[in-house]
């Protein structure tokens, strides 16, 4: 037999991807002959929604590992707190924000014994709303009559007629 009944669901507003650059100051690595590696990462994210515009705040934490003139490995942990705005039109405070990290990438320079570095970031930022959505569900499948009255789409998910 069919019913009919209310669910709630997300619909997406808008997305769009914030690039964060960070270029830290010239660090010193005294005595370093070479740099094995740097792993950055994103961390403490904060976002802000305003009308039309989502702010990102946090910070990139990076990992330093280099190698001194006796061959030891070293290692120091660096925060540089970042700033990004993206653009979503449709967007206003109180909706749902979700973040997801695409990527990071760093390049750096060994210069003289100072680090000369830049780290570029992608972050998906998504925006959605809650939605009542009526459906008439069945023993084979689930029919959708859209969100607003006077407007019904029939979609058919389950088995074969």
């Known amino acids: 037999m069919w019913k009919k009944a209310r669910i709630k669901a997300e619909r ?28 950055a990462t994103l961390t403490n994210i904060v976002h802000h929604l305003f009308p039309g515009k989502v702010v990102l705040q946090g910070f990139v934490h990076k990992q330093i590992f280099w190698v001194d ?29 979700e973040l997801f990290l695409q990527d990071v990438f760093t390049d750096f320079q060994l210069v003289n014994g100072f680090l000369c570095e830049k780290v570029v970031a ?14 008439i569900t069945g023993q084979c499948g689930v029919f959708s009559s859209g969100p607003a009255p006077g407007q019904t789409v029939f979609q058919f998910f389950g088995c074969d007629p």
Do not use: M, W, Y
């Not at 997406?12 to 590696?37: F, N, S, Y």
């Not at 490995?73 to 909706?95: E, K, L, N, S, Y």
């Open 122 to 135: 992608h972050v998906l930022v998504k925006v959605s709303v809650l939605e009542q959505l009526d459906v």
């Open 12 to 39: 997406v507003v808008g997305e769009c991807i914030a690039q964060i650059v960070e270029e830290a100051p010239a660090l010193a690595l005294p005595g370093a002959i070479k740099v094995d590696r740097i792993v």
């Open 69 to 97: 003139s006796t061959n030891t490995v070293r290692h120091i942990a660096q925060d540089i707190p970042f700033c990004a705005a993206c653009d979503i039109p449709a967007a206003t405070p109180g909706q749902i924000v």
